[in-house]
């Protein structure tokens, strides 16, 4: 009978949040603790199998963003992509994912909408935080695009624990 693992996995919660934070108040002031402590957290793993997750789930949601920059739901001030933090961001993400949340996304209705209020509740905080720098130019048709975008993500994050896990 194998054990189950009920331990709270406390520094990657606080990590994530603490750097998310950090990441969207200070955008490019704070990068290279943010990055040690992303290389910190991929050192961290249990398998190079999780190492790969964490950096092919960065590159699948910098493309999704980049997407969304590109069709005008997303924007950074003066910017005709996504900022140095925000990319840092989506390797922070994706750590905690890979860490953490993904335990959450196993069945495919709760993941669609755990990520579908989430993941724009994030990007609205994280606006809101910014100074201005992100903003929403569709107005409504961004959040229910990014909600709709983030229920799909979270169903394939989920959907993907089972390679890595």
């Given at each position: 009978?194998?054990?189950?693992?009920?331990?709270?996995?406390?520094?990657?919660?606080?990590?994530?949040?603490?750097?998310?934070?950090?990441?969207?108040?200070?955008?490019?002031?704070?990068?290279?603790?943010?990055?040690?402590?992303?290389?910190?957290?991929?050192?961290?793993?249990?398998?190079?199998?999780?190492?790969?997750?964490?950096?092919?789930?960065?590159?699948?949601?910098?493309?999704?963003d980049s997407l969304l920059v590109?069709?005008?739901?997303?924007?950074?001030?003066?910017?005709?992509?996504?900022?140095?933090?925000?990319?840092?961001?989506?390797?922070?993400?994706?750590?905690?994912?890979?860490?953490?949340?993904?335990?959450?996304?196993?069945?495919?209705?709760?993941?669609?909408?755990?990520?579908?209020?989430?993941?724009?509740?994030?990007?609205?905080?994280?606006?809101?935080?910014?100074?201005?720098?992100?903003?929403?130019?569709?107005?409504?048709?961004?959040?229910?695009?990014?909600?709709?975008?983030?229920?799909?993500?979270?169903?394939?994050?989920?959907?993907?624990?089972?390679?890595?896990?």
């Open positions: 009978m194998s054990e189950v693992n009920t331990k709270i996995p406390w520094r990657a919660l606080i990590g994530f949040e603490l750097c998310w934070f950090l990441l969207v108040f200070f955008q490019q002031l704070l990068i290279w603790p943010i990055l040690a402590y992303l290389f910190y957290g991929l050192w961290q793993l249990p398998s190079g199998k999780a190492q790969l997750a964490v950096v092919l789930t960065a590159v699948f949601g910098i493309t999704v590109y069709t005008g739901i997303l924007s950074f001030a003066q910017l005709a992509w996504l900022p140095l933090w925000f990319l840092l961001l989506w390797g922070i993400f994706a750590l905690a994912l890979v860490e953490v949340m993904s335990r959450f996304l196993t069945k495919p209705w709760l993941a669609f909408m755990l990520a579908a209020v989430g993941g724009p509740l994030s990007y609205i905080g994280g606006a809101a935080l910014s100074d201005g720098i992100m903003s929403f130019p569709a107005g409504f048709w961004s959040y229910a695009v990014l909600a709709l975008v983030w229920g799909f993500l979270g169903v394939i994050f989920g959907y993907s624990r089972r390679w890595y896990a």
